[in-house]
């Protein structure tokens, strides 16, 4: 069970097991951190809620998001049609992103009470064959994930409908059949959105980019050398739609600098990045620790760096 209330240093237990840094990167809930998180002394497991969790931003009059519950409750074997004409899809990928996109979002509807998403789930199951995939976690404790596709929750942005989805396929460990392609297809066709993001956090390369800057890419590129080296996408470039007219602009320093406060090493203000040559790099292999790069800043690329190579290896900048 999560603390309630923060637990000063000298009153945490001592660490009894080691930390699985992966396992913390995609399963960690800030909502209730797990307790082999805390058995890990995860610092951050031992604040209290609202130090766990983004704080508030002062979003412009009339365009505070509103969770939009449903009465009566989906079956978790429901299909995404009822969401079909929405304006806007958002997709994140752990269980941390899920927990800062509903503070922000549905913030009486933490991730805790997002509906489940079984529709066809088994169509998947001889698709995800990662042994670290949680799909097919049967511990306890990440029992809401097995054999789900995702959680879920709708809500409105002033007059725009907005569905929230936390995937529970991720490329990184679901294995080579990339089930992911397949169910992010399935939420477009289904809801059939204006807008489709996709929304996570990332390791910047370049001296440039710093830690909280916000990555508005307008490309999208794939970085593979292990699983997906021969896929037919491996190695390619895809271009990202445009912001909205009027996107940029609206992302004040009000509503950035709240929560960059508390980041350790951010800027005041963060950097939002969103020319067109700023790019997304997605790798088939997980970037855990500290790595030097030689990228220089005007690749201005931020990236999804999660390997396993040693911390003294260096990187050029993919092309």
């Known amino acids: 069970m999560a603390p309630s209330d923060f637990v000063p240093p000298q009153k945490r237990p001592r660490p009894s097991r080691s930390l699985d840094v992966e396992d913390l990167v995609l399963n960690y809930d800030p909502e209730f951190p797990q307790r082999r998180f805390l058995e890990a002394g995860v610092e951050a497991a031992f604040l209290s809620s609202t130090g766990r969790l983004p704080s508030v931003v002062p979003w412009p009059e009339g365009l505070a998001p509103k969770a939009t519950p449903l009465d009566p409750e989906p079956s978790e074997s429901d299909d995404l049609s009822r969401f079909h004409g929405y304006d806007v899809v958002v997709v994140t990928w ?3 992103e899920a927990a800062a996109l509903g503070a922000l979002f549905t913030p009486d509807y933490l991730p805790s009470r997002w509906y489940e998403y079984r529709h066809g789930a088994d169509r998947y199951v001889p698709m995800v064959t ?25 809500c409105t942005i002033g007059d725009a409908r907005v569905l929230l989805f936390k995937s529970g396929l991720h490329l990184d460990y679901d294995g080579p059949a990339t089930p992911v392609r397949q169910l992010m297809a399935e939420i477009a066709k289904a809801v ?5 993001i996709t929304t996570g956090t990332g390791g910047g390369i370049g001296a440039d980019v710093a830690l909280g800057d916000v990555l508005i890419a307008g490309e999208a590129r794939f970085l593979c050398t292990t699983q997906f080296k021969h896929a037919n996408f491996s ?3 895809y271009r990202a739609a445009a912001a909205p007219n009027g996107a940029i602009e609206a992302i004040s320093p009000d509503l950035t600098r709240v929560n960059a406060s508390r980041i350790a090493g951010a800027r005041s203000v963060p950097k939002i990045w969103n020319a067109p040559t700023d790019a997304i790099v997605t790798t ?14 005007t690749a201005r690329a931020s990236a999804t760096w999660a390997t396993r190579w040693s911390p003294t290896r260096s990187r050029k900048c993919p092309r």
């Open 284 to 297: 088939d292999f997980s970037t855990i620790r500290p790595i030097t790069t030689s990228c220089k800043a």
């Open 94 to 96: 752990t269980a941390a």
């Open 235 to 237: 190695g390619k470039s």
């Open 192 to 196: 059939s959105p204006k807008l489709f």
């Open 130 to 154: 990662g042994k670290r995939a949680p799909f097919n976690d049967r511990t306890p404790d990440m029992a809401r994930y097995y054999h789900s596709l995702g959680l879920y929750f709708p």
